[in-house]
């Protein structure tokens, strides 16, 4: 994968775990994750040590992870880090795909569909495989 692909999804996976982990402290987030995606973040981190602007970037990515401009800084800095390091990028390369495999969150309202499953609508319908015979669907009573 090139490098912009594997710091897009390197974002793109941990900015959900680190909203809902809360932490102000870039140093214990990655204990709070899944295994894999802790993995994932301990090498990112342990890359940017010592590198002001990637540090602030970390800091400022923990600190407020749903905003835009945060994720957009810090996977700035990794593309550079994985661009600048092959052997980085083949690191990220390899603990990236366990990290999206590790598990699901939903942050937001919504619906999550897995193993080729569809979701949609608030509140979400999942439907895998196929549909047949009819279906009856019931609107939420309104309210007075």
Excluded: C
């Excluded at 709070?32 to 993995?39: D, H, S, T, V, Y």
């Excluded at 990220?92 to 193993?115: E, F, H, K, M, Y």
């Excluded at 279906?135 to 939420?140: E, F, R, S, V």
């Amino acid at each position: 994968m090139d490098p912009l692909t594997l710091a897009t999804a390197a974002t793109a996976l941990l900015a959900p775990y680190l909203v809902k982990a809360g932490e102000k402290l870039a140093e214990t987030v990655g204990a709070k994750l899944p295994e894999a995606a802790g993995k994932l973040w301990n090498a990112i981190t342990a890359k940017f040590k010592g590198q002001p602007a990637p540090e602030v970037a970390v800091k400022d990515l923990v600190a407020q992870p749903a905003d835009a401009d945060n994720q957009a800084a810090f996977r700035k800095e990794l593309k550079k880090a994985l661009e600048a390091d092959p052997a980085f990028a083949a690191q990220i390369a390899r603990l990236l795909p366990a990290a999206q495999g590790s598990s699901i969150v939903n942050t937001g309202s919504g619906a999550i569909a897995t193993q080729g499953g569809v979701a949609a609508g608030e509140g979400g319908v999942a439907v895998k495989g196929d549909v047949s015979g009819g279906i009856t669907l019931n609107a939420p009573p309104k309210k007075p």
